[in-house]
């Protein structure tokens, strides 16, 4: 019954909030998915690696991820599903969603959709109604 | 003009009871996915098989539909779309969305997506914000 | 921080609409379909044809590629996700929409899903709390 303390503003907040942050990651504005981390914001987007602590941390850990597919013009797009939010006591949130990576290439019409994963994230909501993400962490559902 | 009558209000609450049920049941939780049905619930997850009616037979439809994957450690995740909601006469709300079920198995980073299907619900609206589902039928698009 | 401005209930309302509009279409209500647009709405839903512009093309140009597929039982679904919407001058919304097509055949229990698209509508909001579509220009991922 948790989740149901969140209020439905919230959520719609929370959805949008992750379009605009996986957009701009999907686009390779770097830049702009760091600073929807908080300042001191971690993030660890696969499991071999540390997680990166701050935004120009999350920023380098990003570039240098990018410059493995510098040879390789494959476009991903990062899908969400089934956000389930719950209200932590300190005013945050814990937010823990399915994606799915969609990966294009140029002239190939059937993209790859792989892995599957499991976001885990804390949230804060900020007084101009946006939301910055304090943790991330992902889980891959083929290494659980 | 149906589908505007139902608030945003509740359609929000409506998507995050979905992620709140589907995840229970993608965890096996089975306990707690029977109590998001009414305690007359009705469930038919499959074409092939009679619907259970009430929490007890839906339990033990999960937990007989599990056993048959005792030796396959898959990992389900339902992923769900495209919610439409219509508001009923007697305050239940109907609903229709679409369905993809994500299997992973251990080691195997490409998961299976199959099968496409369309889960028609009727949900009820409980006094203190929650949501529960009254009857489930899941229609599969290749045995349409 | 644009997205912000739009309201959650403007958001839970846009995908709500989203979700009739796609059902409406994956069930071959194209009439239904094309009402979702402005009278003078603009369609592109492929990037080799020329818009539809007004219902009345945006009805033939439906009922034109569905022809192409008489003897082919497919049936298709429209998947959305990450919807991102901004504000704009005149009061109407942009919205950028990651999207998938999941093709499923009589009997394959595994659908296609493909190709990988992203959608860019502007929308209206009307009076009666309803949206409707003033343009949509489908771009194909594999072919940016």
Redesign the interface.
């Known amino acids: 019954?948790i989740?149901?303390r969140?209020t439905?503003?919230?959520?719609?907040?929370v959805?949008?909030?992750?379009?605009?942050q996986?957009?701009a990651l999907d686009d390779r504005r770097f830049e702009e998915y760091a600073a929807t981390f908080t300042e001191d914001g971690v993030f660890q987007h696969s499991p071999d690696i540390e997680p990166a602590r701050g935004r120009a941390a999350i920023l380098d850990t990003l570039v240098e991820f990018d410059r493995r597919f510098a040879d390789d013009p494959v476009?991903r797009?990062?899908?969400?599903?089934?956000?389930?939010?719950e209200a932590r006591e300190d005013g945050s949130l814990g937010a823990?969603v399915?994606t799915?990576v969609?990966h294009?290439?140029?002239?190939?019409?059937?993209?790859?959709?792989?892995?599957?994963c499991v976001v885990h994230d804390v949230l804060e909501l900020t007084g101009?109604?946006?939301v910055l993400t304090r943790s991330r962490l992902v889980a891959?559902?083929?290494?659980?």
């Open positions: 019954m989740a149901t969140v439905t503003d919230v959520y719609a907040r959805q949008h909030f992750y379009a605009r996986m957009q476009r797009r990062h899908w969400y599903n089934q956000i389930l939010l823990t399915y799915l969609v294009v290439r140029p002239g190939v019409r059937q993209p790859e959709i792989a892995p599957s101009d109604d946006d891959y559902d083929h290494l659980a």
